[in-house]
């Protein structure tokens, strides 16, 4: 593996979790996955039905569990792992409460966001897997999570171009690879799944890098 530290990210849908867990798995990788769902943040299922509600409840609580997972884990790479990867890269909750947040609560977030990303490892590479609105509430439909079904196309086209302008910001700062994966099965399709890896496992300079399969 080219890198020490690989965080896979994208919009809810896109197969952060099954890529990471796969290469973690294959390559001896010390595996870093987001803790989200039963009593990790109860406020989730209820930001779904109610966002306006419980949105400033569900960011503070996903930044609090972010920050100490991470803390926790990437604080060392043990000696039976080759490299750290995980699923999400701590800066998402800037992205989502940006989206979720009035601009009074965004503004208290984002203090405390930014006291806490200050002292956080950037991974080596970042990749966002892209896939189009149809391709995630395809996939979301087809992982059955109750409180996801009714997410509304419009929610994940603000989630994605949220994720675009923090990519556009960041990408003097590190290596960050965007991969276009509409056309990809990378569970079914073994073919699929290396080619993702070929374009992973490069040497890249700082800034961004696009592939298309």
């Not at 996801?148 to 556009?168: K, V």
Request: no cysteine.
């Amino acid at each position: 593996m080219e890198y020490n530290y690989i965080a896979i990210e994208g919009t809810v849908g896109a197969g952060k979790t099954t890529l990471a867990t796969r290469i973690a798995n294959d390559y001896n990788g010390k595996l870093v996955l987001e803790e989200f769902e039963g009593d990790k943040n109860p406020f989730l299922p209820k930001f779904y039905k109610e966002p306006e509600k419980y949105s400033f409840q569900v960011e503070m609580t996903f930044l609090a569990l972010r920050f100490q997972q991470l803390k926790d884990k990437l604080a060392n790479l043990d000696l039976f792992h080759d490299f750290i990867i995980s699923d999400y890269y701590v800066a998402k909750s800037l992205i989502f409460s940006r989206n979720n947040l009035q601009e009074d609560e965004y503004d208290l977030f984002a203090r405390f966001f930014n006291i806490i990303f200050s002292n956080m490892p950037k991974p080596e590479l970042l990749v966002y897997l892209y896939s189009d609105v149809d391709r995630l509430q395809y996939n979301i439909r087809k992982r059955g999570r109750s409180y996801e079904q009714e997410i509304p196309d419009a929610y994940l086209e603000n989630i994605q171009q949220g994720y675009f302008d923090f990519i556009r910001q960041e990408q003097g700062n590190m290596r960050i690879l965007m991969l276009d994966t509409n056309k990809l099965d990378f569970v079914a399709n073994e073919k699929d799944y290396q080619m993702i890896m070929d374009a992973i496992n490069q040497p890249y300079d700082i800034g961004l890098h696009r592939v298309t399969f």
